[in-house]
């Protein structure tokens, strides 16, 4: 079983910024990629930005140059950087991770997701 906690969602003005944070937890083997998804009201899920294990990113083109992911293996925890935040930013961010459970095979796991705000 594996338990993700997202925290650092908020209200923000254009041109702000926030980090996220996600932590892993439980009988997690190993984690493999990493990353966040975002979802506005009537839209779909969108990839926002991922890292592997070996620390290589991929960002989607509307986020490029302003967000930054990284990770600590030892805490288990993915952060986003989002900075220069536009209107079209406001979502709910999902981190989501790649998990090798003891005894299970590879699975995808959602966090509970983390509103983020931003006024003009």
């Known amino acids: 079983q594996v338990q993700l906690v997202e925290s650092g969602g908020g209200l923000v003005q254009a041109g702000g910024s926030l980090r996220l944070s996600c932590a892993a937890s439980?009988?997690?083997?190993?984690?493999?990629?990493m990353g966040w998804y975002r979802q506005a009201p009537g839209k779909q899920r969108e990839l926002v930005a991922t890292?592997?294990?070996?620390?290589?990113?991929n960002y989607a083109d509307s986020v490029k140059g302003r967000f930054t992911v990284s990770r600590d293996n030892a805490k288990n925890t993915v952060y986003l950087q989002l900075n220069s935040l536009k209107p079209e930013d406001a979502a709910v961010y999902y981190c989501?991770?790649?998990?090798?459970?003891?005894?299970?095979?590879?699975?995808?796991?959602w966090g509970q997701g983390t509103q983020v705000t931003v006024s003009s």
């Open positions: 439980g009988s997690i083997f190993r984690l493999n990629r």
């Open positions: 989501n991770v790649e998990a090798l459970i003891l005894g299970s095979t590879w699975r995808g796991y």
């Open positions: 890292i592997t294990s070996g620390g290589s990113t």
